[in-house]
């Protein structure tokens, strides 16, 4: 690992360590297309709500590397313009409180994805009609911190273990145990869905809402994971020769499981992560779900990114052609918060863009694997 970064006068000498053949190169914003043009003030909105949380010192969902002082100190300066501030006041705040780097990759360009937060249909009891459980956390899943040592006999490459009654650990169960039964005597069943798919793309968008037949609408959002290594069904999918990865969308890829029941049930199994929920009655209809850093996501101000290289809170200006679900693409380029986190986002200049909730975003999502600019809004030390 060596810390490879552009110089600036003004930036924090805090500036943070990447993987070799990575690099930050100093930038100004006047240097950023689309900067001047975006409105900034939903950003503003959902970077109050990371430095709500930062400054109340919150624990995080997932815990992920520290904030600096830097931005915590900035975080301070932000909730004492509380409330918002004009839309030039608040360019001005972010001008000067950072300084931009653009992140460089060894491959050149970041990459992006979407994600979005799913409504599926379920019920509170399980029948014919909603077989497949929704699961609770375990009460003995212990998660470990990136970089936080493992227990005697746990793997390094796990997340998080199974604390026995005498202290000692043990690896937890994987996916293909637990929908085997592995947990059933613990009765952990939140809510059951319609079938395995849609358990698999609620893990993977790692929150839900859930229509029961009665029109009531709830919350779940994440809780936890077993530990063991995250694999991308899709890449399995297009290795086999089953899809091409150019034309795979979410829709194509769900449409695929359910027309080949035994061949997806093997393939996702092959995921042996497996994530558990919490039911969330606190959340608004018209809030996003919690995010790994533990306060509510905004559509498309959002973010997941590697927590083990960036902390929760930092802005990004990102700047991506995203396709449109009727053809064709659009510029998107606009600043966004770092708030989640996700197995599969790892790497300096890999995000995971948050498009909202419902259908419409899950279409606009399943489009989504496109390269980017990606410049991060590192804090100025005072």
């Known amino acids: 690992m060596a810390l490879l970064a552009g110089s600036s006068s003004a930036a924090s000498n805090d500036l943070p360590v990447l993987p070799d053949g990575a690099r930050l190169e100093a930038t ?4 950023l297309p689309g900067w001047a043009a975006d409105d900034l003030r939903p950003a503003f909105d959902a970077f109050l709500k990371s430095c709500r949380a930062l400054v109340a010192e919150e624990l995080p969902q997932r815990v992920g590397t520290p904030s600096s002082a ?55 009891s399980p029948s014919r009609a909603f077989p497949v459980p929704l699961l609770a956390r375990p009460v003995d899943l212990v998660t470990f911190a990136p970089g936080e040592p493992r227990p005697p006999g746990i793997d390094q490459g796990l997340a998080a273990a199974r604390r026995l009654p005498d202290g000692r650990f043990v690896s937890f169960p994987d996916r293909a145990a637990i929908e085997d039964g592995a947990l059933e005597a613990e009765r952990l069943e939140l809510v059951w869905l319609k079938d395995a798919v849609d358990l698999f793309m609620v893990h993977v968008q790692g929150s839900t809402r859930v229509r029961l037949p009665d029109g009531q609408v709830l919350r779940f959002t994440y809780a936890g994971r077993n530990g063991h290594p995250y694999t991308s069904i899709g890449k399995v999918i297009v290795s086999e020769g089953h899809m091409d990865l150019e034309t795979m969308t979410l829709a194509k890829l769900t449409g695929w499981l359910r027309e080949n029941r035994l061949a997806a049930r093997r393939i996702m199994r092959l995921n042996r992560s497996y994530i558990f929920f919490a039911r969330n009655d606190a959340l608004p209809s018209s809030s996003g779900p919690i995010g790994g850093s533990g306060v509510p996501l905004t559509p498309h101000r959002s973010i997941a990114v590697d927590r083990t290289i960036w902390s929760y809170g930092l802005p990004f200006f990102l700047d991506a052609k995203l396709p449109l679900p009727g053809g064709g693409d659009e ?52």
Not at 28 to 31: A, G, P, Q, V
């Open 331 to 382: 510029a998107v380029r606009r600043l966004m918060i770092a708030q989640d986190t996700g197995t599969a986002i790892v790497g300096p200049a890999r995000a995971d863009y948050f498009m909202g909730s419902g259908d419409e975003a899950g279409i606009r999502a399943g489009l989504v694997r496109h390269p980017m600019d990606f410049v991060v809004l590192w804090p100025v030390a005072r």
């Open 70 to 124: 830097a931005l915590k100190s900035v975080c301070e300066q932000a909730l004492l313009r509380v409330p918002p501030q004009g839309a030039a006041e608040i360019r001005t705040f972010f001008e000067s409180a950072f300084v931009p780097y653009r992140v460089v990759p060894e491959s050149g360009s970041g990459f992006l994805t979407a994600y979005y937060e799913p409504e599926v249909e379920g019920s509170l």
């Open 28 to 31: 100004r914003f006047d240097l």
